[in-house]
């Protein structure tokens, strides 16, 4: 499941992964909240977090991530993942080459800074 998370400012998406995500929470929050950000802003901000109860991504849901960061590349401004899940933080300091935009990691202790950081 994707959950939006409220009190950013608007130019930041901002979502929390929980439980297994599937293709649909691309479908029906991710993808609107991206689209509607781009629309009003040149560059968005993407705040990324991974809850302690996250069970994993299913494979369309992996595919729609990696569509949505390719598919808008040059317009992301910010990115703060908030993690402690290894192979995601891996895999985002290895995209992270091709991105842009500025990307930092974050473990979960250190939300609050994650939070700062792509506000600020």
Request: net charge negative.
């Amino acid at each position: 499941m994707i959950d939006l998370l409220p009190n950013f400012p608007e130019n930041v998406v901002a979502i929390c992964c929980r439980g297994r995500v599937s293709k649909a929470d691309y479908d029906s929050v991710l993808i609107p909240a991206v689209e509607n950000a781009l629309k009003k802003h040149e560059k968005v901000r993407i705040y990324y977090e991974i809850a302690s109860d996250f069970a994993g991504f299913d494979p369309g849901a992996m595919f729609e991530d990696f569509k949505v960061g390719m598919g808008h590349l040059t317009r992301w401004e910010r990115i703060a993942l908030v993690a402690d899940v290894e192979w995601i933080r891996h895999a985002t300091q290895l995209f992270s080459v091709i991105t842009p935009g500025e990307t930092k990691l974050f473990p979960t202790s250190q939300a609050k800074e994650a939070r700062a950081w792509i506000a600020a």
